[in-house]
């Protein structure tokens, strides 16, 4: 960061510090100092006229946050998250890209480790038990090599990531410039984690949970849900912030769409939500969990709903490909390592040329699957048939075999027609929906007239 970035960025931390709400004309202005490329201009405008809107859900959902979350966990989200992975990142990571030729992704997905204290219906990771891990000195040097190329967002999965729980806290210590996020079951938060989380400031935890207490405890065992819920309370209780993930699949997709459980869980402090709709991976993954194209519209239109009303950040994986441009995956703005080094393009493509141990970050992303990712993306012009596998599974067969990718899978490695043969029914029934919810929306609607 240039002098004028750093200063802008310090004035804009201590802003935030002290009634932030009356100083929002102020705190735009610095942020729009910072964003020296002019990359953001539009979604600070954006986020600027939502925001001063005193009537708007987001001047509200702001001002919950103030009140519930500690502040120096919101001054190291803005520092590590907005500034540093966000707003300065930039132009480092697109001169990278344009001297090799190649993705440099916004964040990375690791896990920890392959281990697991659940065994959850669908759930791949439940097939590895605890196989294989990643050393601290490993996770140290991706974060690293990650710095250099302008990464600062980094996300854990698993198995289970909070069986790791110490090393991940000593890696948020190490870097104290960086975001981190995981995703977990819920069942390992204790009072001592979430006072190393206030300590270090820079951990966000979300929150895996299928609906309602019925729906959790059939995919994730019995007494599951209820263990979600008092880590919720706890974390609560410390001042932290917290969302949920959901899986959406055929027997819980209007249960965790509703109006009754996305407000129970406003109510218990979530601040946000990632919705993933299921993906048949693994040799004995279940294909009749694959919801329904009626399912997956219902979530396109449900989702935007709950952003205009209701005061939570909600993601869908998916669904959201119309404002990414399609898929995100093979480092486009992320990628995913396995607890045993692969390096592979998305957390639901298990196939790889290469792994960490062996090879640099820099070198990952510039192997044979990566590059015919950069080649072939987007994989479809109708950005709401985003992904190679579950909307257009010639894609993967086609890159895997150019590529000459090997199955990563730990269980039992999985030839990839045999895979896109289970999404391959599922894709051609989205497609005439897909393609129907594409021409409705208005923006698509004004580019075509």
């Not at 601290?136 to 302008?150: A, F, M, P, V």
Request: charged share 25%; proline share 4%; net charge neutral.
């Amino acid at each position: 960061m240039n002098k004028i970035q750093k200063t802008a960025a310090t004035m804009l931390l201590n802003y935030i510090s002290d009634d932030p709400m009356n100083k929002l004309p102020k705190v735009f202005e610095i942020v729009e100092k910072l964003d020296r490329g002019k990359n953001y201009s539009a979604q600070i405008r954006v986020a600027r006229d939502v925001l001063m809107d005193e009537n708007s859900v987001w001047n509200g959902f702001i001002r919950d946050l103030y009140r519930d979350v500690d502040i120096k966990q919101l001054k190291k989200f803005v520092e590590c998250f907005i500034i540093n992975a966000n707003l300065t990142r930039g132009e480092l990571a697109r001169s990278i890209e344009k001297k090799y030729n190649c993705n440099i992704p916004w964040t990375i997905l690791m896990d920890p480790t392959s281990a697991c204290n659940l065994s959850c219906t669908g759930c791949w990771a439940a097939q590895y038990g605890d196989k294989s891990n990643l050393s601290y000195e490993t996770l140290d040097s991706i974060c690293r090599q990650g710095k250099e190329l302008g990464i600062y967002f980094y996300i854990f999965s698993g198995g289970e990531p909070l069986v790791r729980k110490k090393d991940i806290i000593k890696l948020c210590e190490a870097h104290q410039d960086c975001f981190f996020f995981a995703f977990t079951n819920g069942t390992l938060v204790d009072d001592e984690l979430c006072e190393e989380m206030l300590r270090v400031g820079n951990f966000v935890l979300a929150f895996s949970i299928e609906g309602d207490e019925e729906a959790t405890d059939m995919r994730r065992g019995k007494g599951t849900y209820r263990k979600v819920i008092e880590a919720m309370e706890r974390m609560r209780k410390h001042r932290l912030a917290f969302g949920y993930s959901t899986c959406y699949h055929r027997y819980n997709t209007e249960s965790v769409g509703s109006d009754e459980f996305v407000d129970d869980m406003i109510a218990r402090g979530c601040k946000f939500s990632w919705n993933f709709t299921y993906m048949p991976v693994g040799k004995d993954a279940h294909t009749d969990l694959i919801a329904t194209p009626e399912q997956r519209a219902y979530m396109y239109r449900r989702i935007r709903e709950i952003r205009q009303t209701k005061p939570i950040f909600a993601i869908d994986f998916w669904n959201d490909g119309e404002y990414t441009n399609g898929c995100i995956a093979g480092g486009r703005c992320y990628l995913h390592i396995n607890a045993a080094g692969d390096v592979e393009p998305c957390a639901f493509i298990h196939y790889s040329n290469v792994n960490i141990h062996e090879v640099t970050l820099l070198d990952a992303l510039r192997s044979p699957l990566f590059m015919a990712y950069r080649k072939n993306q987007p994989f479809n012009s109708n950005m709401l048939r985003p992904c190679p596998l579950l909307d257009n599974p010639e894609k993967i067969v086609a890159m895997v075999e150019e590529s000459g990718a090997k199955s990563t899978d730990m269980e039992a490695p999985e030839d990839v027609h045999v895979l896109s043969a289970k999404t391959t029914p599922a894709a051609k029934a989205w497609a005439g929906v897909a393609d129907r919810l594409w021409r409705e929306n208005p923006k698509n609607k004004k580019k075509a007239s």
